[in-house]
C-alpha cells in the first residue's frame, strides 16, 4: 500500500461530525513500515486530535522515532497544510529534506519538505546552555 492510499482509506474513518472536514495522514517510519491516522474531533472544540499527530502517535506506538515521508489528503478545494503544531510534530521526527506531499480528494497535489513547512524550527538546541 501507498502512503496515498493509506491516508485516503484512514479519512475515511475520521470523526468530523462538527466540522465535516474529513482529513488523512500516512507516514513512512525509517522501518519502511507506513502508519496512518485520522482527525478525531471532540466536541469540546478545540480539544480534537489532527490527522498528522495521529499518524506520528501510531509510529512512535510501535517503536519508531524516525519518519522519511509524510501524505496528507483532505477534502478541499486546494492541498491542505499541516497546522502549526503538525509541522512541529513532523518536525521532531523527521530532517527537514523529508518530503510532504499535500493533496485533494480531487487528485491535485503539492510538494514541500518539512524544513519548507516549518522555517526557523524550535529545536532541542535552542534549550542547551
Given amino acids: 500500500?501507498?502512503?496515498?492510499?493509506?491516508?485516503?482509506?484512514?479519512?475515511?474513518?475520521?470523526?468530523?461530525?462538527?466540522?465535516?472536514?474529513?482529513?488523512?495522514?500516512?507516514?513512512?517510519?525509517?522501518?519502511g513500515t507506513i502508519y496512518a491516522g485520522c482527525n478525531v474531533e471532540n466536541v469540546a472544540f478545540p480539544e480534537g486530535t489532527c490527522a498528522e499527530a495521529g499518524a506520528i502517535a501510531a509510529m512512535v506506538a510501535a517503536g519508531e522515532t524516525a519518519l522519511t515521508e509524510a501524505?496528507?489528503?483532505?477534502?478541499?478545494?486546494m492541498p491542505v497544510t499541516p497546522c502549526g503544531g503538525c509541522r512541529q510534530k513532523l518536525a521532531e521526527f523527521a530532517h527537514g529534506d523529508v518530503p510532504v506531499t499535500m493533496a485533494t480528494t480531487g487528485g491535485t497535489e503539492q510538494k514541500t519538505t518539512v524544513a519548507e513547512l516549518l522555517p526557523g524550527v524550535f529545536t532541542a538546541d535552542h534549550m542547551n546552555s
Fill in 1 to 31: 500500500m501507498s502512503l496515498k492510499e493509506a491516508a485516503t482509506a484512514v479519512r475515511e474513518n475520521a470523526h468530523a461530525p462538527y466540522s465535516g472536514f474529513k482529513v488523512g495522514a500516512a507516514i513512512r517510519g525509517a522501518s
Fill in 71 to 77: 501524505y496528507v489528503i483532505a477534502g478541499s478545494p
